[in-house]
């Protein structure tokens, strides 16, 4: 009989069994995005229903379930009316748009011929003769995928969720028997503690900061006379949950709009130094202040999460980016293992807002529990 095989447990060989899992872990992610992206999505939904559940108990005295068929509720209509307002939303904003679409054509070769004399330009190409190289049928056909694909996905979103919810009452059992031990059982749930603390964090600030930002936007808009100002309001909300990108799309879309609509140059101008003002306000001032010392994610982890997770995911991964970035550093930095990648996720490599940490009673291939909430999202509200 042939001995057992033995494990190799050298450091190179260790990281090297990591890295392949890793990779192996990131290929299973892209292969099964189309079972993954809505199941993902279905788990954000149920962190949010959980938060506005305890919202609304700590603010009413509504009973337990009651409060629970709230938030299911609200969030629930919430998210088929953000849907169904990107698909009606878009097809009003095609139509509306049509009927300043005769002077589209005339107003663009004006654009050209401006910009074209700026930069020494006798001939420049008029706007037929660019869209001609253009399939406009492909990218409309595309577009038409893309839509119904919000739909289905949205059917299977609420498919996921429903099961969610109903297998909701076991997991307290399935966590009594997956950690026997009470410490261990603990330490678990102080993990989930910080992993939806950080999530609904982020959830709170960007929704607030995105309000103020659209209020701000929407009265811009209406005084300058921009048509669709309330599908661009929606659209800059939506954006504004996707870090480095949203902003730009915010600050620059409407304006190009405006450069179409309008036949002068001062209303496009208006509307962008407008823009980027409210953003950088918002984003500069009140903004920091509402996360304080809480959001502890570094730009460049956002930034590398935000490209890694929108090719895997396509625009799903780019809204969920920074709530699982969030989500890896607080499980990652329980782990000895692997507190040096929650390190590098943290901002100032601090992954808990205190390093005071409880007498030793944690087995020794685990970091000792802290007693503090994490810097991963912030606080609540």
């Not at 450091?11 to 299973?28: D, S």
Request: glycine share 10%; net charge positive.
């Amino acid at each position: 009989m042939k001995p057992p095989i033995t494990v190799p447990t050298s450091t190179v060989a260790r990281n090297a069994l990591v890295t392949i899992a890793v990779v192996a872990g990131g290929a299973a992610l892209y292969w099964l995005r189309d079972i993954l992206t809505p199941l993902a999505m279905a788990i954000f939904l149920l962190i949010m229903i959980d938060g506005v559940k305890r919202f609304i108990e700590e603010r009413t005295s509504l009973p337990r379930h009651w409060a629970g068929t709230a938030a299911l509720t609200l969030v629930v209509l919430a998210f088929l009316g953000a849907i169904a307002f990107i698909v009606n939303g878009a097809a009003s904003f095609f139509y509306s748009a049509s009927g300043v679409s005769s002077n589209i054509g005339p107003r663009i070769d004006a654009i050209i011929a401006d910009g074209a004399h700026l930069f020494g330009m006798d001939t420049p190409p008029t706007a037929q003769e660019l869209i001609a190289g253009l399939d406009i049928r492909s990218y409309l056909t595309t577009l038409a995928f893309q839509a119904q694909g919000i739909m289905s996905g949205a059917f299977f979103v609420m498919v996921y969720l429903a099961f969610l919810l109903a297998a909701q009452n076991g997991f307290r059992r399935k966590l009594v028997a997956l950690f026997p031990n009470r410490d261990g059982r603990q330490e678990a749930g102080e993990v989930f503690e910080r992993v939806r603390g950080g999530v609904e964090g982020y959830l709170w600030v960007q929704t607030v900061t995105g309000l103020i930002i659209c209020v701000a936007a929407w009265i811009l808009m209406r005084l300058v006379g921009l048509q669709n100002a309330e599908f661009w309001t929606f659209v800059i909300f939506v954006v504004g949950f996707i870090p480095v990108l949203g902003g730009a799309i915010a600050g620059l879309a409407p304006p190009l709009f405006a450069l179409v609509q309008f036949p002068t140059y001062w209303p496009a101008l208006i509307l962008l130094i407008g823009l980027q003002l409210i953003l950088f306000v918002v984003g500069n001032a009140i903004q920091p202040r509402m996360q304080g010392d809480n959001q502890n994610i570094d730009p460049v982890a956002v930034l590398l999460a935000l490209a890694l997770w929108g090719k895997m995911w396509g625009v799903v991964g780019m809204f969920l980016s920074t709530p699982l970035a969030v989500m890896a550093m607080a499980i990652l930095a329980e782990f000895k293992g692997s507190m040096w990648i929650a390190i590098l996720l943290s901002g100032d490599g601090k992954p808990y807002a205190e390093e005071e940490e409880e007498p030793a009673r944690k087995a020794p291939t685990r970091r000792p529990a802290r007693v503090k909430r994490p810097r991963a999202g912030a606080a609540e509200p």
